[in-house]
């Protein structure tokens, strides 16, 4: 069995077997039972005090989306759970996490949210005085901005 991972974070908890129901769910086609299964993941994320699990979770109700009719919702839900894991890791003071929490905005392509993310990350680096901290938000800042160029180049 391979571990569920977010970014390079393992993300391994009571939620796993719940989004792992929810997979099966979906490859037997069962709606019903696919979208209990992720409330039953997002509830067990929500009683833990940290925040892996909630990017884990909010990532699997991306795969929601194959489902009809929720590609909506499950974005939606996706995106608010990003943010309480974003808060979580903010209060924890957790640069992994705020970082994680900036690139899973930025896969949504929320970039207000990413940006937000970004400059709590510096603040936080700052702050705590990580070592090899402020580099990580630099580069990460600095591949926006290269994004942000290249787009802006395109016809």
């Not at 974003?86 to 905005?105: E, H, M, N, P, Y």
């Not at 800042?141 to 290249?150: F, I, S, W």
Request: glycine fraction near 8%; charged fraction near 25%; charge should be neutral.
């Amino acid at each position: 069995m391979t571990r569920p991972v977010f970014g390079d974070i393992e993300t391994l908890g009571p939620w796993t077997a719940h989004i792992q129901t929810m997979d099966l769910s979906l490859a037997e086609g069962n709606p019903d039972a696919s979208v209990r299964a992720w409330r039953l993941a997002y509830s067990a994320a929500l009683s833990d005090r940290g925040w892996r699990g909630l990017l884990a979770v909010a990532t699997a109700s991306l795969r929601l989306r194959a489902l009809p009719g929720l590609a909506g919702e499950a974005v939606a839900r996706a995106r608010e759970t990003y943010w309480i894991a974003f808060f979580r890791a903010r209060q924890q003071s957790s640069l992994d996490g705020v970082l994680s929490a900036a690139a899973a905005f930025k896969s949504l392509g929320d970039c207000a949210a990413f940006e937000q993310s970004l400059r709590v990350a510096e603040a936080l680096a700052m702050r705590t005085g990580e070592v090899g901290g402020v580099d990580r938000v630099r580069f990460c800042m600095e591949r926006l901005a290269d994004q942000t160029r290249m787009a802006q180049q395109e016809p």
